[in-house]
């Protein structure tokens, strides 16, 4: 979408009068920024003149330091500096794109092992296939050698080559030399495997059909409308878009995407920093739109920014059903900015979005919301255990690999095989209300549980875990104090404990493995200097 702004020739003589008077304020703020590095600088001079371990004064890790010192008190995690020598790493992240030979690997039995070769890859155009493992990257074993280094051996300069050695499922043993070349992950998929291709099918006789887009980058419309495409030679009568655990990804992508499915109506607008530009408004167009059938999108508390783009445009428009829990609540928007002289590259935050036009709401999340992210509707709110999800996880990866041109399944799946075989629950019941909305035309309901209190619910349970983690590990900790301090006893030492604990007349609290209080106690002799078998305990008043 472009922008134009026609100027009068007098609106530009008051522009150029406007910057003939901001011209010795740009000087002084000039400035007031070598003000604000002249403390820096003297600090430096200072440490480097005179600290008395001359070894560790490393430049490029005080300017890191310095600078992450500068974005650290943002209190931003969507801002970060990324230097020169993690750039390729940053444009795999971000971009989706990175040098090498595709292939998605793990380190299985101590060596690296090929999960599965990618699309198009030139791994798998030389034969690389799933379960192979690679004994050797350029003439060196990958035995005991940490995957990082791995990958980085696998990744270089487009046209290069790199040659492996792998042990296929059989035992045989062969080298490759395969050509380096640009990958670009792909970001849609569908329910299984058929070869390289995708299965999309979840009813045939009904026409429905599924599709997942895992991240949000530069070829994801062109991926999503190839699918489109393929599904539609057979019949497309209802859509499940599963946009779980997509973190987002490029903004114009989201914007796209939803355009795709609305012909009408706001998709999103961006406010900057007051003062940095006008409110940008994003709608819909009529050309190129779907038709208007059953739509149902699934997504999670991982479901962030770009794909809450998209979910909130379709909700706020009518045109789908979301169901899953409260996604992340990430309404920010980042540029990406390479400084000069190939000093490092800059994300940082520089506008925040709305969801249903310029009076809309901000969906991003703060330490004290209450309300964030996109809510599914009122009746599909539909919770995943942790463990069900790993579940899930685990069994959906087995049907994502590329297997010598193997099928992974019916020509055409159904709730029960996704129950069964994918062991995906809340996938298997959207099959179903899709089902329903498409012979009837209503819509089920599959819960009566309210958005915000599993949202809630969700988030306490996990910081309940994680304090019991903490409480282990210091218990722990307090069990190796205790015997060093037996030890020390036995060896005519006095125990060494910190001299400003004193525990005498203090207080214990004691939980349950939900975190429940069971009670209170009171160190009655609490005396530090006691071993801790001799503390006893007794209830305060009001505990039992």
């Not at 995407?257 to 009529?286: N, Q, Y």
């Not at 964030?372 to 999800?389: L, S």
């Not at 041109?405 to 209300?433: F, H, S, T």
Request: glycine residues 8%; contains cysteine.
């Amino acid at each position: 979408m472009r922008f134009k702004k026609i100027l009068a020739p007098s609106m530009l003589i008051l522009f150029s009068g406007a910057l003939l008077i901001q011209l010795p304020i740009a000087i002084a703020d000039r400035a007031s920024n070598y003000d604000l590095f002249d403390p820096v600088i003297d600090v430096r001079h200072l440490l480097v003149e005179g600290f008395v371990d001359q070894a560790k004064l490393d430049d490029k890790q005080m300017q890191l330091a310095m600078i992450n010192g500068m974005i650290e008190t943002l209190d931003d995690p969507h801002t970060v500096f990324v230097p020169p020598d993690e750039h390729a790493e940053f444009e795999k992240d971000i971009r989706g794109s990175y040098v090498g030979i595709g292939c998605e690997v793990n380190i299985i039995d101590d060596y690296l092992t090929i999960i599965s070769p990618m699309d198009g890859s030139p791994a798998l155009e030389a034969g690389i296939m799933a379960g192979d493992v690679v004994l050797e990257i350029e003439g060196q074993s990958t035995l005991k050698m940490p995957i990082q280094d791995c990958i980085a051996k696998l990744m270089g300069e487009p046209g290069t080559p790199v040659t492996i050695k792998v042990r296929h499922l059989d035992g045989t043993e062969q080298p490759y030399t395969i050509v380096r070349s640009r990958i670009t992950t792909r970001t849609v998929r569908g329910l299984r495997r058929q070869g390289e291709d995708w299965n999309y099918c979840i009813d045939d006789q009904l026409g429905l059909s599924y599709i997942r887009v895992t991240q949000f980058n530069a070829t994801t419309i062109d991926e999503l409308t190839g699918a489109l495409d393929n599904i539609q030679q057979r019949a497309l009568n209802g859509l499940i878009l599963d946009l779980r655990d997509n973190g987002g990804g490029e903004f114009e992508a989201a914007v796209q995407l939803a355009d795709l499915f609305l012909d009408e109506g706001t998709i999103v607008s961006v406010r900057p920093r007051e003062g940095r530009g006008e409110i940008k408004t994003f709608a819909a167009h009529l050309a190129g739109t779907l038709p208007d059938f059953p739509m149902l999108v699934l997504v999670n508390e991982r479901s962030a920014s770009a794909s809450e783009i998209v979910a909130g445009a379709l909700q706020e428009n009518h045109r789908a059903k979301i169901l899953g829990t409260r996604t992340f609540g990430k309404g920010s928007v980042q540029e990406i900015r390479e400084l000069d002289y190939n000093r490092g590259t800059l994300k940082f935050t520089s506008a925040h979005y709305y969801i249903g036009g310029a009076d809309g709401r901000n969906i991003h999340r703060s330490s004290d919301s209450q309300v964030w992210g996109v809510d599914p509707d009122p009746g599909m709110v539909m919770p995943v255990p942790d463990e069900d999800y790993i579940e899930m996880f685990r069994a959906r990866r087995e049907f994502e690999i590329i297997r010598n041109g193997k099928d992974n399944g019916p020509a055409c799946a159904n709730a029960q095989w996704i129950a069964d075989n994918l062991k995906d629950r809340q996938l298997a019941r959207a099959v179903e209300v899709l089902a329903t909305a498409v012979r009837t035309g209503d819509w089920p309901q599959v819960s009566q549980e309210q958005s915000a209190v599993v949202a809630f619910d969700q988030e306490l349970n996990r910081a309940l875990e994680q304090r019991i983690g903490l409480i282990e590990a210091t218990m722990k900790i307090e069990e190796r104090i205790a015997a060093l301090q037996k030890l020390s006893t036995q060896a005519g030492k006095p125990p060494l404990l910190p001299p400003d604990i004193d525990l005498a007349n203090g207080t214990l609290a004691i939980r349950d493995k939900q975190g429940n209080l069971v009670g209170t106690y009171r160190i009655e002799g609490g005396d530090v200097e006691l071993a801790l078998e001799s503390i006893k305990l007794t209830p305060v008043a009001g505990n039992n």
